[in-house]
């Protein structure tokens, strides 16, 4: 009876270091659990902050974009009004051109028989291939 009674001993030991082992792993694992929990609302915080970061850098670049877009369309604006312009100056040219063309004619078929009859007149027969009778 020796053995069983040593057994009896033994056991509240045996026990009590099942009991001490079972609750260090306890502990391990509820710290762990939380560490994990505690890094995991970390990691969302940190996600959530670079998302809100990353939503503001497209706000400011979208908003960029509008300004370029917005300077770049008044310009294309100012463009299309200055070609305007230059078209109506271009017309405007054409048309003292051709009244300068027109006024040309006029002066032309005015001066034109006066200064055929006098070329006529004032030629040399030398000029006209015809030997002079001299």
């Known amino acids: 009876m020796s053995n069983s009674g040593q057994r009896l001993v033994d056991q509240p030991v045996t026990v009590r270091v099942l009991a001490k082992v079972l609750a260090t792993l306890a502990a391990i694992a509820l710290s762990?659990?939380?560490?994990?929990?505690?890094?995991?609302?970390?990691?969302?915080?940190?996600?959530?902050?670079?998302?809100?970061?990353?939503?503001?850098?497209?706000?400011?670049?979208?908003?960029?974009?509008?300004?370029q877009r917005d300077r770049l369309w008044n310009r294309v604006d100012a463009l299309r009004e200055e070609i305007h312009v230059v078209q109506l100056e271009l017309g405007d040219l054409r048309a003292r051109l051709q009244q300068v063309g027109q006024t040309a004619d006029a002066i032309f078929a005015v001066v034109s028989p006066s200064v055929r009859q006098s070329t006529i007149h004032d030629r040399r027969p030398e000029e006209d291939g015809v030997p002079s009778p001299d």
């Open 32 to 67: 762990g659990w939380w560490f994990m929990f505690d890094e995991v609302r970390l990691v969302r915080g940190d996600v959530a902050q670079q998302g809100s970061e990353l939503a503001r850098e497209i706000d400011g670049s979208a908003r960029f974009q509008l300004e």
